[in-house]
């Protein structure tokens, strides 16, 4: 099957998606609310590029309701630039329900953001891009004001220098076992929008198995019909190093496996490790890298979620010097 691309402008301007969303109820009938959540670990140099377009052409249009920073424990002053150009910052150890995440990554962060959004639509972006405009934000929600029959659609870039881990594992774990998202251009990309009722009926990988999990959980709860892409033309973002790739790589590997076992209903081989050995610098010799392996359970499942939704509801909108629970 062809996977829904949204290839023309479509709600580019912030005056044509405040339209769409305001022409967009959710099924109780009130204003529909859309979150952009930055997940962001030593993002210093970069937060303010990509928080800032977001404040100023979106959210003062009232084409988004908030923007919030999730800052994974940072070392450097992340926290204090995303809030001067005015997104909300939880910090990621103290948001959220109390949740024990000892080998907490992306994936964790992700969910904390999640209960700690106000958005019936929740957009995450990644907060190291080195070029960012508001556009891209514009682009992913558009598809999912206009289509009832949408739940997820995820970025493309025509001009993107990367996907080493896309192209060595993620291609080819799609074609294993789920052939019919073969169309997809950039599985991995930190760049999507989803609805808030099914990202809350998902298993988070606490690490960076996360992206292709919810591609993964989405195509077997709704269907591929369900996911579209939409093309934001460009990414540039800092990238690490082949270490970090193959963390990554094994990460993604141990829970697409883990995912497609337990559809089958079947348990995880109790040989299977979960330490990446990679080559020291003497030959012979290996290093040992223990891998994220735990996941986070769907935040409908807890029990503290049906408060947590109506404090949600009652919210009373985005304010940058707002006090909001997180």
Do not use: N
């Given at each position: 099957m062809t996977i829904k691309t949204f290839l023309g402008p479509g709600t580019d301007r912030p005056q044509e998606l405040a339209a769409a969303k305001r022409a967009c109820t959710t099924a109780t009938g009130a204003p529909v609310r859309i979150s952009v959540v930055v997940p962001a670990r030593n993002c210093a140099s970069t937060i303010e590029g990509v928080v800032a377009p977001v404040v100023e052409d979106l959210r003062e249009a009232g084409a988004i309701d908030e923007v919030l920073v999730v800052d994974h424990d940072s070392t450097d002053d992340t926290a204090r630039r995303a809030a001067r150009v005015g997104a909300r910052v939880v910090a990621f150890s103290s948001a959220g329900p109390t949740v024990r995440i000892p080998d907490s990554g992306k994936g964790s962060v992700m969910w904390k953001g999640v209960w700690a959004s106000h958005g019936d639509i929740v957009v995450f972006v990644d907060g190291d891009h080195l070029r960012f405009d508001s556009s891209k934000v514009s682009r992913l929600v558009g598809p999912l004001l206009r289509d009832a029959s949408l739940q997820h659609v995820r970025a493309f870039y025509d001009d993107y220098e990367g996907g080493r881990t896309t192209e060595t594992m993620a291609r080819p774990m799609l074609s294993l076992l789920h052939p019919e998202l073969g169309g997809m251009r950039q599985p991995l990309s930190g760049e999507h929008a989803t609805r808030r009722s099914a990202l809350a009926r998902l298993v988070f990988p606490a690490g960076w198995g996360t992206e292709f999990s919810i591609l993964d959980q989405i195509a077997r709860r709704y269907g591929a019909p369900a996911i579209g892409q939409v093309d934001l033309h460009y990414k540039e973002h800092v990238?690490?190093?082949?270490?970090?790739?193959?963390?990554?790589?094994?990460?993604?590997?141990?829970?697409?496996?883990?995912?497609?076992?337990?559809?089958?209903?079947?348990?995880?081989?109790?040989?299977?490790?979960?330490?990446?050995?990679?080559?020291?610098?003497?030959?012979?010799?290996?290093?040992?890298?223990?891998?994220?392996?735990?996941?986070?359970?769907?935040?409908?499942?807890?029990?503290?979620?049906?408060?947590?939704?109506?404090?949600?509801?009652?919210?009373?909108?985005?304010?940058?010097?707002?006090?909001?629970?997180?």
């Open positions: 990238k690490g190093d082949w270490a970090h790739i193959s963390l990554q790589a094994f990460e993604l590997l141990y829970v697409a496996l883990r995912t497609e076992l337990r559809a089958q209903g079947r348990e995880l081989p109790e040989h299977w490790g979960s330490v990446v050995m990679t080559p020291a610098d003497q030959p012979g010799e290996v290093v040992r890298r223990p891998a994220r392996t735990q996941e986070l359970p769907p935040l409908v499942s807890l029990p503290d979620w049906p408060e947590r939704e109506r404090l949600r509801l009652t919210w009373p909108g985005a304010s940058a010097s707002a006090t909001l629970p997180s």
